[in-house]
């Protein structure tokens, strides 16, 4: 048995992405006297770098940032970063609300710098338990392992009064297909592209018809010289996103509150009307030019583009100098193999899921009818009795939040949330005598 004392936390974090850099800058605006750590297993903070495409922009506007729809005069306000860089007047100037992908990634390294204090770069938790030995009672603190390789054996020992998950959405692959040499998730695709040698890429092929996919399709186009490119959809071409200013209503703080407390019919519903603001859909102008190209590649008779509608992947085989991908048409119900050198899948990604990082801890997280976890308004997981501590997410309450629980939208309100939620936890604690 494990004799040595954990370090003792108010809060941990673990993951530092955008979400968790969010909670962090809300502690951190709030002078609370929680001690707090974050661990991240990157070396440092990173979000979505396999898609930091010139020309990519955000899909949300630079209000969505860090902490101005909980704090409108943050000091970590995308504004504050544009004033801090000298660039405030030359970005109004622009007259448009969505900076580049970026710039945006610069300002979230910029945040990042000033509240990193509280993070641990390069250190993975690999388990989160009850304390041992337990004592009578409700567990007031869980014990993390963390793998960090500047601590004595390697490991550390963290007890924490509450734990914030946030290891970020999953890569999700077409069924069947592993990733391997040629066959790439979007999210690895600029490193993916830079270790190839570009000169002999002669076709690819970019399956999905999200945004990923578009803007995949248009930077190849666009940035490898002679490349064919074959976009494999499961519809007529790319849909667009409904951004107008009704439907994005669906992302708004006050939108969270309504579907938390709606029924099941009425969350059916909401996915039903407004999953088209966010899934399998591309903006305007990437969707206009990308258009523009394949006409004028039609044109020119280049036959660069190739659009491949209504069709699916079913079986790709990795030979040694290419890959062959097998391709479904439901419009024949027949199918055919193509050969390419790199198969990219831009096929989206899947909720966060924390039943790995809880492994045992998660027989004492309550579920509902169809196996998902229970979640409290304030993003806490409803737990047993066993438990005093707070475990709660950033993410995987899709079912409980809606549409905007994985997304940049809510992002700063979510976290002062949880912020808020885990300062009152412990001042109860204190009025109670629970905790001096």
Same mark, same amino acid.
């Given at each position: 048995?494990?004799?040595?004392?954990?370090?003792?936390?108010?809060?941990?974090?673990?993951?530092?992405?955008?979400?968790?850099?969010?909670?962090?800058?809300?502690?951190?605006? @709030?002078?609370?006297?929680?001690?707090?750590?974050?661990?991240?297993?990157?070396?440092?903070?990173?979000?979505?770098?396999?898609?930091?495409?010139?020309?990519?922009?955000?899909?949300?506007?630079?209000?969505?940032?860090?902490?101005?729809?909980?704090?409108? &005069?943050?000091?970590?306000?995308?504004?504050?970063?544009?004033?801090?860089?000298?660039?405030?007047?030359?970005?109004?100037?622009? @007259?448009?609300?969505?900076?580049?992908? @970026?710039?945006?990634?610069?300002?979230?390294?910029?945040?990042?710098?000033? $509240?990193?204090?509280?993070?641990?770069?390069?250190?993975?938790?690999?388990?989160?338990?009850?304390?041992? #030995?337990?004592?009578?009672?409700?567990?007031?603190?869980?014990?993390?392992? &963390?793998?960090? #390789?500047?601590?004595?054996?390697?490991?550390?020992?963290?007890?924490?009064?509450?734990?914030?998950?946030?290891?970020?959405?999953?890569?999700?692959?077409?069924?069947?297909?592993?990733?391997?040499?040629?066959?790439?998730?979007?999210?690895?695709?600029?490193?993916?592209?830079?270790?190839?040698?570009?000169?002999?890429?002669?076709? $690819?092929?970019?399956?999905?018809?999200?945004?990923?996919?578009?803007?995949?399709?248009?930077?190849?186009?666009?940035?490898? #010289?002679?490349?064919?490119?074959?976009?494999?959809?499961?519809?007529?071409?790319?849909?667009?996103?409904?951004?107008? #200013?009704?439907?994005?209503?669906?992302?708004?703080?006050?939108?969270?509150?309504?579907?938390?407390?709606?029924?099941?019919?009425?969350?059916?519903?909401?996915?039903?009307?407004?999953?088209?603001?966010?899934?399998?859909?591309?903006?305007?102008?990437?969707?206009?030019?990308?258009?523009?190209?394949?006409?004028?590649?039609? $044109?020119?008779?280049?036959?660069?583009?190739?659009?491949?509608?209504?069709?699916?992947?079913?079986? $790709?085989?990795?030979?040694?100098?290419?890959?062959?991908?097998?391709?479904?048409?439901?419009?024949?119900?027949?199918?055919?193999?193509?050969?390419?050198?790199?198969?990219?899948?831009?096929?989206?990604?899947?909720?966060?899921?924390?039943?790995?990082?809880?492994?045992?801890?998660?027989?004492?997280?309550?579920?509902?009818?169809?196996?998902?976890?229970?979640?409290?308004?304030?993003?806490?997981?409803?737990?047993?009795?066993?438990?005093?501590? +707070?475990?709660?997410?950033?993410?995987?309450?899709?079912?409980?939040?809606?549409?905007?629980?994985?997304?940049?939208?809510?992002?700063?309100?979510?976290?002062?949330?949880?912020?808020?939620?885990?300062?009152?936890?412990?001042?109860?604690?204190?009025?109670? +005598?629970?905790? &001096?």
């Amino acid at each position: 048995m494990e004799t040595r004392e954990p370090e003792m936390y108010d809060v941990v974090g673990i993951g530092f992405g955008p979400s968790n850099l969010s909670l962090a800058v809300a502690l951190e605006e @709030q002078r609370t006297p929680l001690k707090t750590v974050f661990f991240e297993r990157r070396p440092s903070i990173s979000w979505h770098p396999g898609m930091l495409m010139s020309g990519a922009k955000m899909q949300v506007s630079f209000l969505k940032d860090l902490a101005t729809f909980r704090n409108p &005069v943050s000091e970590f306000s995308f504004v504050s970063y544009l004033h801090e860089m000298g660039r405030l007047a030359r970005f109004v100037n622009n @007259q448009d609300f969505f900076p580049s992908r @970026q710039e945006f990634h610069a300002y979230l390294e910029w945040a990042g710098a000033k $509240v990193a204090h509280r993070v641990t770069y390069n250190a993975q938790v690999t388990a989160v338990r009850l304390p041992e #030995p337990h004592a009578s009672g409700p567990a007031d603190h869980l014990r993390l392992e &963390v793998t960090d #390789p500047r601590s004595t054996g390697g490991t550390r020992l963290v007890g924490a009064r509450n734990v914030v998950i946030s290891t970020g959405l999953v890569p999700r692959m077409p069924p069947g297909i592993e990733r391997g040499e040629s066959v790439w998730h979007s999210s690895e695709f600029l490193h993916r592209l830079k270790e190839r040698d570009t000169d002999g890429l002669r076709r $690819v092929a970019v399956v999905g018809a999200g945004q990923s996919a578009a803007e995949i399709v248009r930077y190849l186009h666009d940035n490898v #010289p002679g490349v064919s490119v074959s976009a494999i959809l499961p519809s007529y071409g790319y849909s667009i996103a409904d951004n107008t #200013p009704f439907a994005n209503q669906v992302f708004d703080p006050d939108a969270a509150d309504e579907f938390y407390r709606g029924s099941h019919r009425s969350k059916e519903a909401i996915w039903h009307y407004h999953k088209n603001t966010n899934y399998s859909v591309v903006d305007n102008e990437v969707l206009s030019d990308l258009y523009q190209r394949a006409y004028a590649d039609e $044109v020119g008779n280049e036959g660069r583009l190739d659009f491949i509608n209504l069709a699916r992947v079913v079986d $790709v085989k990795q030979g040694p100098n290419d890959t062959r991908v097998t391709v479904h048409s439901l419009a024949g119900e027949e199918s055919y193999d193509l050969d390419v050198d790199v198969l990219v899948c831009a096929t989206g990604y899947d909720p966060m899921d924390p039943t790995e990082i809880l492994g045992d801890l998660g027989a004492h997280c309550l579920q509902d009818d169809e196996d998902r976890y229970r979640v409290t308004r304030d993003y806490r997981l409803v737990t047993t009795d066993a438990l005093r501590c +707070g475990i709660y997410l950033q993410g995987g309450t899709e079912h409980t939040h809606g549409l905007s629980s994985s997304l940049l939208s809510n992002l700063a309100v979510r976290s002062g949330e949880i912020a808020s939620s885990i300062l009152d936890s412990r001042v109860a604690e204190e009025e109670m +005598g629970i905790r &001096v």
